[in-house]
Every structure is written in C-alpha cells, then in structure tokens.
C-alpha cells in the first residue's frame, strides 16, 4: 500500500476549513490542527460582545464540520515547533507530525503595537471568551454604577473604542445600540447621560477602503447614534483609568475595546518563515513560501499581491478563496503538475453600523448604504454562517431582537 | 407622602420571582437582591452540562423578567450581614437596605458534606459556569484519549456521577447519550469500550420519592444505555485520580460530578435564622420564621411541612408556590389581617432518562414512562421556561438534535 500523501494544515478557521473542505474526496490525508475544538465566525464576535448573538450561535465543533470527510483527521493541539524543510510539526500534545504539505491558516491576534498597557486593560475580540469577557464587563459596569447613590463617576460609563475600521465601527455603533435600545430600560433610575461611547481613530477617517462618500455615511450615522469620533487621536498608553492620547489629552474609561490592530499569528515568524509588515508572511503568487518547498500560508496570515503589488485584504472572503485556491494547487503538485497564482476576486466590502444602517461597496462601482445595505449584510452573513442550526438560531434572534428591541444574552458570567 | 413598605427578597430563582410577580400592582417597594443579573432555569442545567442546550437558553436577564414591573428594583450583590430583628440587610456593594418585610429565597448550595476532595475535585451543577466548566473538562477528556497514541489510561474516559436523584439519573442518562450519538462519530479513531458512566447510589434504590415500578424501570433503562449503576456505594474521597468508596475500592475516573447532596444557602445561618436538617431553615406554617415578624422563607432553603409533618420537597414548583403565598400574605399583614397557613399542592415529580425514556408520578397515582412520559416532560419544561425567545430557541434546539443527534454546543472554554 502506497502512503497517502500529507497535508498539515494549522488553523481551523475560514482558510484552513476551506481548504480541508476542498480536499473532500481527494486522495490525501489531512491533518486539521486547530488550538480549540470550534470555529468561530469571526466577523460575528461582537455581536456576542454586545449581547446580540449567543456565544454558541456564531461557533461550531470542528469536528462536526470534517467528520463527513473521510479524509481528514482533526487535532486539537498547538503547533509548538517545527522544521519546515524537514517537514516535521511537532504539536503541544507531544505528537510528532511529518506531512509532504503545510498550509498555515493560522490567522491574525490582536496587535497592541507596542502600546502601553493594552495588552493588560484592553479588550481583545478574537475569541469567545474574549467576546463573553467584554459583555460581562460591560454589563456589569451599568450594575455597578446603578448600585451607586451618588453621581455616576467620571469614565464608569465610558466605552472608548479604539480603530477606525470595521471592527471599531461596528463596535460601537452596536453598543449604542445595546445601551440606547436595552439597558435604558434595564436600568430606568440610572442617569445615561454620564454614558458614552468614544471611536478613537488616528488617521482622519473611518473605514480606508471605502468609498469617502461612505465614509462620511458611517461617520454621521455614529454621530446620529451618539458616538463621539475623534480623527487624529493616536492612543499613547491605555490603564485602568482610561486612555492617554498623544497630543496629552486623557480619556477617563473604565472599558477599552481594542480594535486598533492585528498582526499575523507568531507562530510564523516562529516557524522561521519570511515576515514582512503587519507579522504577515511573504508568499510567492500562488501563496507557496520562497524557499520552502510545499509550504502555503493563506488569510490573514498571508501577504499575497495581486498585479497592481496591493496585498490582499484581511477578510474572510480572502481566506476562503486562497483555502479552495491552495487545496487545488496541492492536488496539482502531486499529480506533478505546475501550481498557478492566485487571483483574489473581490467581492467588495461591508461594514454594519447598527439598525438599518450599514454600507457596502462594490467591486463594480455600485454603492450602497442604510437600509439596504443592511439587509444585504444579514443575508450575507446568514448565508456564510455555518451549519443549518446555526443559522437558524441566529435569524430567529436577529428577528426577535429587531421587533423586541432586546437582547437576550446580556448575562454576566466569569465576574 | 407616606413611604411604601419595603419588600426584600434575596434571590431570583424560581422562587424570589415568583414573589415579585405575584407583587405587580401592590403598594409595595420590592428589592429583589440575587448576586448574579440572570435567573436561570436549574432543572436543564444538566443539558447545558452535556452540550444539548447553550448556556443563554436556560437563563434570562432578572432586570429584562421585572422591568414591566414599576415596584420592583433589582441589585445586583450579595447580601453580606443583616439585622432581622432591626429589619437591616447590608449588602457587597456596600448598601444598606432597611425593610419591612424579608422574604428569604437564597436556595441551596452543592454541599459535599464534608467528604474529603470533592469541593476541589467534583463538578457540582448549580450555575452556568458550572455547566460550561464540565462540559469543556468532558468534551477535553475525549480530545486528550484521542491525541494519545497508546491505549486510553484507566480512568480517563470514566464519568463517576454520585447520587442517584433525578440529578444523578438526568446526568447519567445524558452523558452516555451525547457519548453514543454524537462524541462517537466525532472520534472515529478512539476506542469507546475504554468510555464509562458510572451512577453511585448509597442507599439500594433510584430516585427515591418514586414509585418502586418507576425505579426499576429507571434502573433498567439506564443499564440498557450502558451506564454501570452501583447502589450502596458511598464516597469516601475524591482526587484528582477518582473516588474511593467506603467498602475500600477505588473507581479511577478524571471526571467526578456531584449530584449527591445540597444544604440550604449557608446565608441562611450566617443571620441567625433557626436551622435544621439539610441547612434549611424551620419555619412557621405560614413560612414565616418564629420569632421573627415579618422575615419569610421559601423554596430549597425553608423547611415547611404538610399536615403529615413531610418536609416539602426541594423542587422549583414548591419554591414557585410559596413565592406566590407569601407575596399573598405580605399584602395580608398590611392590611392588617392574620397570616394563612401554606399548603403545598403536589404536581408530582418527573425526571427524564434519555431520548424518549422518562418516569413521571403524579398524586392522582398515575404512573407514567418510556417516550410518554419523555414528551410529558419536553412539554411541561418548556412551559415553564421563562421568556417566548428561550422557549423558541430550546424548542429549536431540542427538533434539531433529536432528528440529527447532534449536540451544537460542544465547545470547549476557558481551558
């Protein structure tokens, strides 16, 4: 019996499914290796935040996902080391792993950029816990300055996101949301005028890949929902007093949300692979490493370049893409064809900035914003959330949030 | 203006609920003081525990179930000392409340009775984190047997439930279900004839307040699902390796859960409220406390009896009845009347078993089981789940996994 060959692939989320996914009935083995035993539907996680969504409703046992696929075995592990030309894994459990191909999915982490004090009073949004952790805070910020008899205290009730992009965006027009829509009436004696949310971005605009005309869209749809942007504002040092910007000024903020950046997984460059900007690494056109023979790295991960020299962008759509494009090239290698370069085709952007209000963009040209752009986002999302459950689960609570105007999951745990 | 009378009530279980419902529309000022900001719906604890239900499902936001209410404000704290005779309750957020009646709804606690290890080592259930905690550990046990490449270790695939009440029973009954219908093809490669369930009873019997027909039937069912029943069998200590047992022999097993035994809330003691057996506090048979005017106590913490001088028992219906009388008898007393007796209306008792496998006995003598009783049951917990969202979302969940024998929630946290 001739040896299948392998394929280690590390990371189960867009990218690594993808490409296990694309493997489905080829004569390969794979090897998912993930550090948790769910996928999480990333672009989804601050809706957990914000007590829109459950936890369990945007997450899904990757196990469920591969277990139809003969082909794949899944390990939940960490990759702690490795010898690449060797092509040798070796994994948090001990296990050894040789494998003949190695895509890395691994994904991007929040980036503090060095900043003081992010790591440690920051709220990261990568993971469920993350997600949970910052909804229980947040909760319990409004439960503990109800419990006050005096005046709510400087910075008790202010929620300073950090970034300007989708993620700071949809931050904090959903906390408006939660707090105008939700915890109003939760807390009828409290006094919501000491309650702000502050969108610190430091370049002069939001959402850089957009179109201005949308930019300018989400910047007076926040400032309708009562966000206070603020362009220019680089944070210098973040406490559990609040954040320190760098013209001096200082923001009294029990919650920050970190939003302001990510970099690529460190296991890359522990692995020794190429780095360029943003911890991403520098791959050939058809998202092979130089150098590194049956090596890919796909998503966030990955600095591929289309024609014009632009990387690609950070999006689920790219990891997806690059996972079904590397799992092909695979299948070519062993059939000892040549691999082919990988064209990102953009679906355009969207960005949700609360109740019937979002903006989406194009690759034709087209552009829309408010409530149809809106509509597009659910159904898009809904669409690309994993199994039938899931998905049935999230409409039904999109749906009764959207009429109720409540939110069901604003539970404190872990506090 | 004259100053309404103050109704505490500590805790927003089924009972301390029940008594700020049955309150709307009195001229009353209730406190409804719980230390968490969410009821949850303990009898399906279980199912969160072996990832039928998520977390969100069975609980419910308290200040979302009384913000229709106007005379009820909720705290979210504990209450850390009191004066009952000066009518003083003083609470962790430093908050004094003075009232003119307390109704005492704390319930109860996992009590270990003084059983060496099991605070340390056992799993209790009496809170979601509880059910998320065992959840992860057991779904992790599985991910560690199938990353080794040796034969499962003694012990690390053995489920030790102690105590054969409907916990124990519900407990067991579900474990071997999500391990047979769902861990089962999630780990293709794993042996499961290294996988146990094992029910310790001390006494000779199942579910004690049944009939013996209903008993057997239990017992043999759970035999068919494969679980190992050990009736006689007390613990004597738990480690971190397993339990041992009074008669010298020793079970190795890496996941022990607690279900033999509560004690009432020890806040009861800590106010010098009159104990008796199983922490619960004696009570007059109007569940007001002897000697203490205007101090009640209902649900798992209060030690009523019937005529016969039977306890009531430790169920959800007893603490909603008697939130429900002693709401009626505060309104009494301020106008000025004597205080009635309670009486306990037995609905009956119901525990399910496993897929379409229950026993229900109800006071009429009826005796139901099997797939009857299982439907009876699905039916009567649904009803009572607070809140039309969770209803619809267990409903859903509830379809989906008994036609795809699926468990969407098995999600490994916070380990």
């Keep these: 019996m001739i040896k299948k060959p392998v394929v280690?692939?590390?990371?189960?989320?867009?990218g690594g499914l993808a490409v296990a996914r694309a493997l489905k009935g080829a004569d390969v083995e794979v090897h998912l290796i993930d550090s948790r035993n769910h996928h999480i539907f990333q672009p989804l996680l601050y809706q957990v935040a914000t007590a829109g969504l459950e936890p369990e409703e945007i997450a899904h046992a990757i196990r469920g996902e591969?277990?139809?696929?003969?082909?794949?075995?899944?390990?939940?592990a960490r990759v702690v080391s490795g010898d690449l030309l060797a092509k040798l894994l070796v994994t948090s459990t001990g296990e050894s792993i040789a494998f003949d191909y190695l895509v890395l999915a691994a994904g991007a982490v929040t980036s503090d950029f060095g900043i003081s004090g992010v790591a440690e009073h920051a709220f990261g949004l990568k993971s469920l816990e993350d997600a949970i952790a910052l909804r229980s805070h947040i909760v319990k910020k409004f439960e503990e300055a109800d419990a006050l008899e005096r005046k709510v205290p400087?910075?008790?009730?202010t929620f300073v996101v950090a970034g300007g992009g989708p993620t700071g965006v949809e931050m904090a027009g959903a906390l408006t949301e939660l707090f105008?829509?939700?915890?109003?009436?939760?807390?009828?004696?409290?006094?919501f005028g000491a309650v702000r949310v502050v969108l610190l971005e430091a370049l002069d605009r939001l959402l850089p890949p957009f179109d201005v005309r949308l930019q300018q869209y989400t910047l007076a749809t926040l400032k309708k929902f009562g966000v206070d942007v603020r362009f220019g504002a680089q944070v210098i040092s973040v406490t559990t007093e609040g954040v320190t910007l760098k013209d001096g000024s200082a923001i009294p903020a029990k919650t920050v949300v970190w939003g302001a950046g990510i970099t690529g997984n460190p296991l890359a460059?522990?692995?020794?692979?190429?780095?360029?900007?943003?911890?991403?690494?520098?791959?050939?056109?058809?998202l092979t490493v130089p150098g590194i023979p049956g090596v890919f790295v796909i998503g966030d991960l990955a600095a591929g370049k289309d024609v014009h020299g632009?990387?690609?962008p950070q999006l689920a759509q790219a990891a997806i893409q690059g996972g079904k494009h590397v799992a092909f090239q695979i299948v070519r290698q062993i059939n000892n064809l040549q691999t082919q370069p990988f064209a990102y085709k953009d679906p355009g952007f969207?960005?949700?900035?609360?109740?019937?209000?979002?903006?989406?963009?194009?690759p034709s040209g087209l552009k829309v914003r408010g409530a149809i752009a809106w509509i597009m986002w659910l159904f898009l999302h809904l669409l690309y959330l994993v199994g039938f459950r899931n998905r049935t689960q999230v409409l039904i609570n999109w749906i009764w949030s959207y009429f109720s105007y409540e939110r069901g999951a604003r539970l404190i745990m872990w506090q």
């Design 8 to 14: 280690a692939v590390i990371g189960a989320g867009f």
């Design 66 to 76: 591969v277990r139809r696929q003969a082909n794949v075995r899944f390990r939940m």
């Design 154 to 157: 400087d910075g008790m009730l």
């Design 180 to 191: 105008d829509k939700v915890l109003r009436k939760d807390f009828p004696n409290l006094d």
């Design 269 to 286: 460059s522990h692995l020794a692979l190429p780095m360029v900007r943003g911890g991403r690494v520098a791959v050939n056109d058809d």
């Design 310 to 312: 632009n990387v690609y």
């Design 350 to 362: 969207m960005a949700t900035i609360g109740r019937q209000e979002a903006v989406a963009q194009f």
